[in-house]
């Protein structure tokens, strides 16, 4: 039993930062590649950012790189994601996702992950 948890999210003032967290377990991930998505009222999901959990290889979102940081801590079995500069566009409740088929194109696509967390609400207020 594979279960993603998200920890995090919460208010926070335009410009601002906050950390989430994701806490995986079930299994050995060694082989999964982990991601962030999100999806903001009225739109649909979207992919935010990946890491590859053995060997840490990344893929970021345009509209995320150089203000969020991906990364894990492979002891705690925890996904991280550093959110920093935010603006109210990035306004969303965010998922941890998994896909056991480990690193590709696929990771890109919500459809390519084959396990979900139940999200945490980012509220960025101007």
């Known amino acids: 039993q594979v279960q993603l948890v998200e920890s995090g999210g919460g208010l926070v003032q335009a410009g601002g930062s906050l950390r989430l967290s994701c806490a995986a377990s079930?299994?050995?991930?060694?082989?999964?590649?982990m991601g962030w998505f999100r999806q903001a009222p009225g739109k649909e999901r979207e992919f935010v950012v990946a890491i590859s959990w053995s060997g840490g290889s990344t893929d970021y979102a345009d509209s995320v790189k150089g203000r969020f940081t991906i990364s894990r801590d492979k002891a705690k079995n925890t996904v991280y994601l550093q959110m920093n500069s935010l603006k109210p566009e990035d306004t969303a409740v965010y998922y941890c996702?998994?896909?056991?088929?480990?690193?590709?194109?696929?990771?890109?696509?919500?459809?390519?992950?084959?396990?979900w967390g139940k999200g945490t609400l980012v509220t960025v207020s101007s």
């Open positions: 996702a998994a896909a056991s088929t480990g690193w590709g194109p696929h990771i890109e696509d919500q459809d390519g992950m084959d396990y």
């Open positions: 079930g299994r050995s991930f060694s082989s999964f590649a």
